[in-house]
C-alpha cells in the first residue's frame, strides 16, 4: 500500500502514534494539553484519510495500520 500520498497534520500525527502506543483518548489530552473532544476530532479527521474502509475504523485497526505505516511512530 503506497502511504506516501497521504498527509497529516502534525497534531494528527501525534495523536496516531499516541494511540498506537496504546494511550487511551483521556491519556492523550492530557500529554498534549487538549480536550478528549479535540483528541476525537483529530482521530475523526485522521481515519478520513485512512484507506480503511468506514466500518472498520476502529481503534485497534487504526493504531495497527499506523504502526504498520508511519516509520515517526516506531
Known amino acids: ?8 497534520t502534525s497534531r494528527q500525527r501525534q495523536v ?5 502506543r496504546g494511550l487511551t483518548v483521556p491519556e492523550i489530552a492530557k500529554r ?7 483528541v ?3 482521530l475523526d479527521n485522521a481515519k478520513d ?10 481503534r ?8 504498520d505505516n508511519l516509520q515517526e511512530c516506531e
Do not use: E, Y
Not at 500500500?1 to 497529516?8: A, G, H, L, R
Not at 494539553?33 to 479535540?38: A, D, K, L, Q, V
Open 49 to 58: 484519510r485512512m484507506p480503511i474502509p468506514i466500518g472498520q475504523r476502529n
Open 1 to 8: 500500500m503506497n502511504t506516501s500520498k497521504i498527509s497529516f
Open 40 to 42: 476525537k476530532d483529530h
Open 32 to 38: 498534549l494539553g487538549i480536550t478528549h473532544h479535540s
Open 60 to 67: 485497534v485497526v487504526v493504531a495497527l495500520w499506523v504502526k
Open 16 to 20: 496516531l502514534c499516541m494511540l498506537s
